[in-house]
């Protein structure tokens, strides 16, 4: 999904300055998009609930900035990723307290 939207988000026009500013889009995607989703594919793969908290943290600013745009039909994929971190947190916390320790 975040390269969906990093792809979405870059503009395609020409001009003086516009490869400094898709150099600063593309960082900001990167780091606001990218990486969360990475940390939460680590997060569900070593079980650790809390870097999917971190990757909630995360990518919760940009999610805030994407979502606010007039586009009806991004609003929901900027938001699904949010909701998939809190929901895989709470539920790695469940499994957690339900298995027994040996």
């Not at 999610?63 to 909701?83: A, M």
């Amino acid at each position: 999904m975040g390269l969906y939207l990093w792809k979405d988000y870059l503009p395609q026009h020409q001009g003086d300055n516009i490869k400094v500013w898709l150099d600063i889009l593309r960082i900001e995607h990167l780091i606001f998009l990218y990486i969360p989703s990475m940390i939460a594919l680590v997060a569900s793969i070593f079980y650790k609930p809390y870097l999917m908290v971190l990757a909630f943290l995360l990518s919760l600013p940009v999610t805030r900035f994407l979502g606010v745009n007039g586009f009806i039909d991004t609003f929901p994929l900027v938001y699904y990723p949010l909701i998939c971190y809190l929901v895989s947190f709470f539920l790695m916390l469940v499994i957690k307290e339900e298995v027994p320790k040996n």
